[in-house]
T-cell receptor
Framework: QKEVEQNSGPLSVPEGAIASLNCTYS??????FFWYRQYSGKSPELIMF????GDKEDGRFTAQLNKASQYVSLLIRDSQPSDSATYLC?????????????FGKGTLLTVNP | GAVVSQHPSWVICKSGTSVKIECRSL??????MFWYRQFPKQSLMLMAT?????????EQGVEKDKFLINHASLTLSTLTVTSAHPEDSSFYIC?????????????FGPGTRLTVL
């Protein structure tokens, strides 16, 4: 069964710390990987996407992809209370041309002031 | 850019009635839109893929006669929940993929919260 797994959390970090969010996926042929943030009662908003192995940085966020290990992570540096949300990992499993994304169940992050 | 709107943002209806939800891409064209449902404290579940000018593709277990999808233009898809029942109460969210984008990034609308009494 094609799956996207995330550590369920909740994850609690102090303000200013690095938050590390992890995600594994089942299909080795997957090509596109996304991180979305969802505040309670709101819809997901895109943080970043990554297609190639290695790191991709955007401001305080760094996505890391390791296709051999079927693993993608998101690091949030200098965490702020406003980063408190559920973080969703999404994968186009198998790299299908239908552009469908499979979402993990999400990790709830709490940043304590 | 990449703004997706939904209307209405919330709706309350009586059991047995039908509800239509609109999803619009405001500043881009989208041949493909997606409809998701999210129950409290659960992740997004894809209901169907909506393709402009053709029939929607439904995920396994989703009743196509109950959840009618119409994607009549490159900027508008609608989801109609027919004969709604309390168990259909949920957060319905659409997303759209930019026709001209080289990536398969999906941009989400703000969602529609449906409550069926």
């Amino acid at each position: 069964q094609k799956e996207v797994e995330q550590n369920s959390g909740p994850l609690s970090v102090p303000e200013g710390a690095i938050a590390s969010l992890n995600c594994t996926y089942s299909d080795r042929g997957s090509q596109s990987f996304f991180w979305y943030r969802q505040y309670s009662g709101k819809s997901p908003e895109l943080i970043m996407f990554i297609y190639s192995n290695g790191d991709k940085e955007d401001g305080r966020f760094t996505a890391q992809l390791n296709k051999a290990s079927q693993y993608v992570s998101l690091l949030i540096r200098d965490s702020q209370p406003s980063d408190s949300a559920t973080y969703l990992c999404a994968v186009n499993l198998g790299g299908g041309s239908n552009y469908k994304l499979t979402f993990g169940k999400g990790t709830l992050l709490t940043v304590n002031p | 850019g990449a703004v997706v709107s939904q209307h209405p943002s919330w709706v309350i209806c009586k059991s047995g009635t039908s509800v239509k939800i609109e999803c619009r891409s405001l500043d881009f064209q989208a041949t493909t839109m997606f409809w998701y449902r999210q129950f409290p404290k659960q992740s997004l579940m894809l209901m169907a893929t909506s393709n402009e000018g053709s029939k929607a593709t439904y995920e396994q277990g989703v009743e196509k006669d109950k959840f009618l999808i119409n994607h009549a233009s490159l900027t508008l898809s609608t989801l109609t929940v027919t004969s709604a029942h309390p168990e259909d109460s949920s957060f319905y969210i659409c997303s759209a993929r930019d026709l001209l984008a080289s990536t398969d990034t999906q941009y989400f609308g703000p969602g529609t919260r449906l409550t069926v009494l």
